[in-house]
C-alpha cells in the first residue's frame, strides 16, 4: 500500500467525516482506542451541561428530569450495538462488578450445575472475579481450560460458560453462534464478555441465543476513562434470574423504602446502586456519535485497516498472531516480538500510541470512528522504520514501566 492508496481510500470512506466528532491531539495516531476510547467532542459540553446546569442549578429536580432513567435509556442505546433489544441492556457498574452479579445469579439457576467454565488466558478480572463468584455459592467451582478444550469441558455440571468474545491480547474472535449453541445444548447458559467487541465487529447476542453478556464502556464505546460497564441478559431469562448485589436501586419500588427486598421486573434489577451520573453523562455522549453512523460501513473499514498494518507488520518480519480471517478476528492487530516493550515505547516516541500486553505482544488497537486509512498507513511506515533503524535498541526503550 501506498500513501496515495490510503488516500484514495479515505476519499471512498463513507464514514471518514465521523472523525471530526472526536477532540483528538495534534501529532498523535492513536492506536490505543481499544483500551481507552477517544474523547467525542460533545463529551466536553454534555459534562459540562450535566456539572453546571443539571447539577448546579436543578439541583436533586434532575433526578425526575432524565438522571433516575439513564441506565435503561443508555442500555437501550447500547443494544443495537451487540444485538439486543432496548430492554435487554442496561448500563451500570463495571464490567468486574456485572460480571459477578451475572455469575452468581446464573450458578443459582440450578443447583444441580456447580461449575463455571472459562477460558485459561482470559482477561485477568474475568477470572479473578469468577474464583471470588464460586466462593460465595455453596458447592460451586471454577474450572479453567484452554481455548481448543472448552467445548469438551461443557457437561452436565455446567453452570455457566463464560467466554471473552474478541480476546484482548491477540484478538481472536469465537464464532458466536456455534459456542452458544453448544452451552445451550450442553444444558449450560452462555455468558459473553464483549469488552473488546462491542463498537469493534457486528454482534447478535439475540440471534446467537447468547443468555447473558456484559462490556465495557470506556474502550470501543467512548464513553470516557472507568466508564460505566454494561450488562445483558435475554429476555426469557430475566424473570428468572436475580442479583446477589440486591441494592435498593434494584428494587421493585426504590422509594417505598421498605425493609424487604423485592426485585425489580426486567433490567432494573440489576442495578446496584445510585447512578455515577457524571460518568453515565460522558458514556451516554459517546454513545451518541454511534447512533447516526453506518454500523457496517466501520466493520468493513475495520477490515481495510487492519489489512494496512498486518501488510506493514509482514513487511517488517513481524510476528502477527492475530487470525487473517475477518470472521476470526476483532478489532486490533497484535505481533509478538522478544522486545515488543521497548518497540510500542519507540512508537510512541514517533507520534504512535500502541501498547505493549506482557510479555511479548505489541497491541495495535484499531477504531474506525475516528482513523483514517492514512493514519494507518503512517504507523505502519513507523512501525517499519522502528524494526529497520532498529531504534528500539536504544538505552531509553529498554526500561521497563509500569503499563497498564
Ligand atoms: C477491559 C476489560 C474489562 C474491564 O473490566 P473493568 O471492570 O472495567 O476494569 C473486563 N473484561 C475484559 C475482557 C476487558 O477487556
Known amino acids: 500500500m501506498t500513501r496515495d492508496e490510503a488516500r484514495a481510500l479515505d476519499a471512498a470512506d463513507p464514514i471518514a467525516a465521523v472523525r471530526d466528532r472526536f477532540a483528538l491531539p495534534e501529532g498523535v495516531i492513536y492506536l490505543d482506542g481499544n483500551s481507552l476510547g477517544a474523547l467525542p467532542a460533545a463529551t466536553v459540553a454534555a459534562a459540562g451541561d450535566l456539572v453546571a446546569r443539571q447539577w448546579g442549578e436543578r439541583l ?110 491477540t484478538a481472536e474472535r469465537f464464532d458466536m453462534p456455534a459456542v452458544s449453541r453448544a452451552a445451550r445444548e450442553a444444558g449450560a447458559l452462555m455468558m459473553w464478555d464483549l469488552s473488546h467487541s462491542a463498537g469493534a465487529v457486528a454482534i447478535d447476542l439475540d440471534d446467537a441465543g447468547a443468555d447473558l453478556a456484559v462490556g465495557c464502556g470506556y474502550k470501543y464505546l467512548n464513553g470516557g476513562p472507568g466508564a460505566p460497564a454494561f450488562l445483558y441478559v435475554a429476555r426469557a431469562l430475566q424473570d428468572r434470574l436475580a442479583s ?94 522478544p522486545e515488543a516493550h521497548a518497540i510500542v515505547q519507540a512508537l510512541i516516541d514517533r507520534g504512535v500510541i500502541g501498547d505493549f500486553r506482557d510479555p511479548d505482544m505489541v497491541r495495535l488497537g484499531l477504531t474506525p470512528l475516528y482513523l483514517s486509512h492514512e493514519d494507518v498507513w503512517r504507523a505502519g511506515e513507523a ?6 533503524d532498529r531504534s528500539y535498541r536504544q538505552p531509553q526503550f529498554a526500561v521497563r514501566q509500569a503499563v497498564t
Open 383 to 388: 512501525l517499519k522504520a522502528v524494526i529497520a
Open 244 to 337: 446477589p448485589l440486591s441494592g435498593w436501586m434494584g428494587h421493585a419500588e426504590p422509594f417505598a423504602f421498605a425493609d424487604a427486598y423485592a426485585p425489580a421486573p426486567g433490567m432494573k434489577r440489576w442495578l446496584t446502586g445510585t447512578p455515577p451520573m457524571l460518568a453515565m453523562a460522558a458514556l451516554e455522549a459517546g454513545l451518541d456519535v454511534w447512533s447516526t453512523v453506518d454500523r457496517p460501513a466501520v466493520w468493513r473499514k475495520s477490515a481495510a485497516l487492519w489489512s494496512i498494518l498486518a501488510e506493514a507488520g509482514g513487511q517488517a518480519g513481524l510476528d502477527c498472531v492475530t487470525p487473517a480471517d475477518p470472521a476470526g478476528r476483532g478489532s486490533h492487530i497484535s505481533f509478538r516480538h
Open 60 to 169: 436533586i429536580r434532575s433526578w425526575n428530569e432524565g438522571w433516575i432513567d439513564a441506565p435503561q435509556r443508555i442500555g437501550a442505546k447500547i443494544a443495537p450495538l451487540i444485538g439486543a433489544a432496548a430492554d435487554e441492556v442496561i448500563a451500570c457498574d463495571s464490567t468486574s462488578a456485572n460480571i459477578f452479579k451475572l455469575l452468581v445469579a446464573a450458578l443459582r439457576v440450578d443447583p444441580k450445575r456447580r461449575t463455571v467454565l472459562s477460558e485459561a488466558g482470559n482477561f485477568p478480572t474475568d477470572l479473578h472475579i469468577a474464583e471470588g463468584a464460586v466462593a460465595c455459592v455453596p458447592g460451586a467451582r471454577l474450572e479453567v481450560v484452554p481455548r481448543d478444550k472448552l467445548l469438551e469441558a461443557l457437561g452436565p455440571d455446567t453452570a455457566v460458560l463464560l467466554l471473552t468474545h474478541v480476546h484482548y491480547k
